[in-house]
Nanobody, 127 residues
Framework: QVQLVESGGGLVQAGVSLRLSCAVS????????MGWFRQAPGREREFVAS????????KYADSVKDRFTISRDNANNALYLQMNSLSPEDTAVYYC????????????????????WGQGAQVTVSS
């Protein structure tokens, strides 16, 4: 059984940084496309960032580009999201997701392309 567990969320003030982690068990993430999504109250789940199975190709939503960095550690079956210069607009539940195969850059931005999801980590940014 594949499980994804996010950690590292919390309540912070605007301008600070947080690092989210996603620990994966039950299946190796080597060869899997991985992504981060977020969902704010009353809004649909939206793409944040993705990484190809090699970690070389990374894609970011315009709203987080140059502030967030996605990375992966295939040896330790983990995915990370470094979030800098947080703003109240970043407040949401953050989810990590995995697809056991390759995705195009465009596919990697779509919620319905991912097979496995974590339970989510709340990130709240106060002004």
């Amino acid at each position: 059984q594949v499980q994804l567990v996010e950690s590292g969320g919390g309540l912070v003030q605007a301008g600070v940084s947080l690092r989210l982690s996603c620990a994966v068990s039950g299946r190796s993430i080597s060869g899997a496309a991985m992504g981060w999504f977020r969902q704010a109250p009353g809004r649909e789940r939206e793409f944040v960032a993705s990484t190809s199975w090699t970690g070389i190709i990374r894609k970011y939503a315009d709203s987080v580009k140059d502030r967030f960095t996605i990375s992966r550690d295939n040896a330790n079956n983990a995915l990370y999201l470094q979030m800098n210069s947080l703003s109240p607009e970043d407040t949401a539940v953050y989810y990590c997701a995995a697809h056991p195969g390759r995705l195009t850059t465009e596919q990697a931005m779509a919620v319905n392309e991912y097979d496995y999801w974590g339970q989510g980590a709340q990130v709240t940014v106060s002004s």
